[in-house]
């Protein structure tokens, strides 16, 4: 049984079918969660937030000197 390419088109055409407002939505969600998820880690990154002490304090630190520019 042939089967014409217009009847074909049709047939595909109406099988497939977006699904525009969820499209959207989905969109705008990932798009509001991506951007504050962005403001976060660049905020993170500012604030130094009191945290416990990584490096013990073992007696006095030598003073740091700075060094003068050298000429050549």
Known sequence: MAVSTESYMDLDQSAFHYDYE???TTGVILAVV???GGIL???SKKCKC???KSSPVEGPQPPKT???PQTV
């Open 66 to 68: 700075e060094v003068p």
């Open 34 to 36: 991506m951007s504050i």
């Open 50 to 52: 009191s945290k416990s």
């Open 22 to 24: 969820t499209l959207r």
């Open 41 to 43: 880690i660049a905020l």
